[in-house]
T-cell receptor
Framework: DAGVIQSPRHEVTEMGQEVTLRCKPI?????LFWYRQTMMRGLELLIY????????DSGMPEDRFSAKMPNASFSTLKIQPSEPRDSAVYFC???????????FGSGTQLSVL | DAKTTQPPSMDCAEGRAANLPCNHS???????VYWYRQIHSQGPQYIIH???NNETNEMASLIITEDRKSSTLILPHATLRDTAVYYC???????????FGTGTQLKVEL
């Protein structure tokens, strides 16, 4: 199994641009989570989906952030417009059965200049 | 979910057992203890979890005190590749969120 696949690995963009991060969960997993990691705030849960339906988006920082899961094998996290304070590593994780046993991707390092 | 307290850093000699403590004195009866680790520049990795019994797998052992107010993750023979931040997390049974704290930076040295 290839594990959770995230793309791109690195993204450098300018303030005001739209950024789209992508995630392919492990086949058969029914829950998907988006986390953000910064030095100041650590790992923060942004949103999670169960069976492709958003369950809790209380961690999404503001309306500039949106996430979708059009099918069981794909999810996106979009930031529009991006700001320098959005610079972070964004992780996607998936699980099946035990929601505490997450499998994380390698993350996307986002730099907004 | 119950709050956890971990030491910010620990050192361990290669080949020795690494014992990482975690305090979760406000844990409730239906809350599980999970351990993850994060090697630099990688995503967090699940290690082990338990409710009240001690658990062991190929990676580590988890010892939970009888009153469940604390636990210890044991890496029996630490190697340099075990250098990572280790997170102790308490999750409510039925809950879907994992809230990561600041963890313990374990440094394994020769």
């Amino acid at each position: 199994d290839a594990g959770v696949i995230q793309s791109p690995r690195h993204e450098v963009t300018e303030m005001g641009q739209e950024v789209t991060l992508r995630c392919k969960p492990i086949s058969g997993h029914n829950s998907l989570f988006w986390y953000r990691q910064t030095m100041m705030r650590g790992l923060e849960l942004l949103i999670y989906f169960n069976n492709n339906v958003p369950i809790d988006d209380s961690g999404m920082p503001e309306d500039r952030f949106s996430a979708k899961m059009p099918n069981a094998s794909f999810s996106t996290l979009k930031i529009q417009p991006s700001e320098p304070r959005d610079s972070a590593v964004y992780f996607c994780a998936s699980s099946f059965g035990d929601p505490g046993k997450l499998f994380f991707g390698s993350g996307t390092q986002l730099s907004v200049l | 979910d119950a709050k956890t307290t971990q030491p910010p850093s620990m050192d361990c000699a290669e080949g020795r057992a690494a014992n990482l403590p975690c305090n979760h004195s406000t844990i409730s009866g239906n809350e599980y203890v999970y351990w993850y680790r994060q090697i630099h520049s990688q995503g967090p990795q699940y290690i082990i979890h338990g409710l009240k019994n001690n658990e062991t797998n190929e990676m580590a052992s988890l010892i939970i005190t009888e009153d469940r107010k604390s636990s210890t993750l044991i890496l029996p023979h630490a190697t340099l590749r075990d250098t990572a931040v280790y997170y102790c997390i308490v999750r409510r049974g039925g809950g879907n969120k994992l809230t990561f704290g600041t963890g313990t930076q374990l440094k394994v040295e020769l």
